[in-house]
């Protein structure tokens, strides 16, 4: 077992910065019941995790859970259980360099995760020429190929997908889908994570506006 070490200090602080994310992040309507979840990696092999099934509008330094970044376990297991999705947070951690992850059930990039046919297979979407890619930090911001996972009820599953894929896609966008669930962004901090997330969003609202995104019965138009 990898060795891990906790800062009280920056588990503090990184809890009071995901409470603020995770405020405005409801307000915005992305995060609607207890939906949604983030959390940041911090130093020594550990990371801070947004509790499971907390209303997200209300969340409090005291509603995170520190966890192993890698595995997503508990380092010392209390009143409150991580994030039912913790283990997708960790495929990212354990396959990319993020420092933070936002997953959220926003309204345009779920509706095109809606519009996938359902495969069960991971497919992707494309993006072409939108200015907006310009926000992904790709190589290449003229196009891009976001994941879209299928929407296994074992979360675990999810993740083990998402971790076989992206050490295959160095250059995939920060970004992944699940069908008829929502969609996940990562950076090396929150506000990164935010605004490419932000970007995401709007990409998906112009896709869905434009008519140029995935049909309803799940073919690209
Ligand atoms: C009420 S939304 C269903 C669970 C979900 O998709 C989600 O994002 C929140 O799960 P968590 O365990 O992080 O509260
Ligand atoms: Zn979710």
Not at 61 to 75: S, Y
Request: charged share 20%; with cysteine.
């Amino acid at each position: 077992m990898t060795h891990t070490s906790v800062d009280d200090g920056e588990c503090v602080r990184v809890g009071r910065e995901i409470a603020v994310f995770s405020r405005a992040l409801y307000e915005r309507g992305w995060m609607p019941g207890t939906a949604g979840n983030l959390s940041v990696r911090l130093s020594g092999g550990v990371a801070l995790v947004t509790a499971s099934g907390r209303d997200k509008g209300d969340m409090t330094a005291q509603d995170t859970v520190l966890v192993r970044a890698d595995t997503g376990e508990e380092v010392a297991p209390g009143r409150l259980r991580a994030s039912a999705e913790t283990t997708i947070h960790s495929a990212i951690y354990r396959t990319t360099d993020a420092g933070a992850v936002i997953h959220v059930h926003s309204p345009y990039a779920t509706a095109v995760a809606c519009r996938t046919g359902r495969p069960a297979r991971l497919t992707s979407l494309r993006i072409e020429r939108l200015e907006l890619l310009k926000g992904l930090g790709l190589a290449d911001p003229t196009r891009a190929e976001v994941p879209v996972f299928p929407n296994w009820p074992e979360v675990p599953r999810i993740a083990a997908d998402v971790a076989a894929h992206l050490p295959a896609t160095p250059h995939a966008p920060p970004a992944l889908l699940i069908t008829d669930h929502g969609i996940t962004t990562w950076g090396h901090d929150l506000a990164q994570a935010r605004n490419r997330l932000e970007c995401l969003e709007s990409i998906c609202q112009l896709l869905l506006l434009t008519g140029a995104g995935p049909s309803p019965e799940g073919k690209e138009s």
